[in-house]
Nanobody, 124 residues
Framework: QVQLVESGGGLVQAGGSLRLSCAAS????????MGWFRQAPGKEREFVAA????????WAADSVRGRFTISRDNAKNTVSLQMNSLEPEDTALYYC?????????????????WGQGTQVTVSS
């Protein structure tokens, strides 16, 4: 089992930055790839970014590439999402997910574990 707790969300003006963190506990953290997803009201959950077990490989959605950066610290059991140049379209509930054992890192259905989410609101 893996427990995930997100933090760092909040209200920010367009063009601003936020850093989300996800603290993991339970089974060995470094054995699982990790991902960030987001869900806006009335929309499906969508892929934001993911990182391999070692941190050596990352993936990002086209909509955030160049603005968001995912990283992890296996010694501290944390994964972070640095979000820069935020836009109102980035407003959503952001979720941390672990271990895409049932598919690709891009698919929310692949992940075994989820956090409760942290709200990000970007004002124009």
């Amino acid at each position: 089992q893996v427990q995930l707790v997100e933090s760092g969300g909040g209200l920010v003006q367009a063009g601003g930055s936020l850093r989300l963190s996800c603290a993991a506990s339970g089974r060995t953290f470094s054995s699982a790839a990790m991902g960030w997803f987001r869900q806006a009201p009335g929309k499906e959950r969508e892929f934001v970014a993911a990182i391999s077990r070692s941190g050596g490989t990352t993936w990002a959605a086209d909509s955030v590439r160049g603005r968001f950066t995912i990283s992890r610290d296996n010694a501290k059991n944390t994964v972070s999402l640095q979000m820069n140049s935020l836009e109102p379209e980035d407003t959503a509930l952001y979720y941390c997910a672990a271990d895409p054992s049932r598919g690709t890192v891009y698919s929310p259905d692949a992940y075994d574990y989820w956090g409760q989410g942290t709200q990000v609101t970007v004002s124009s």
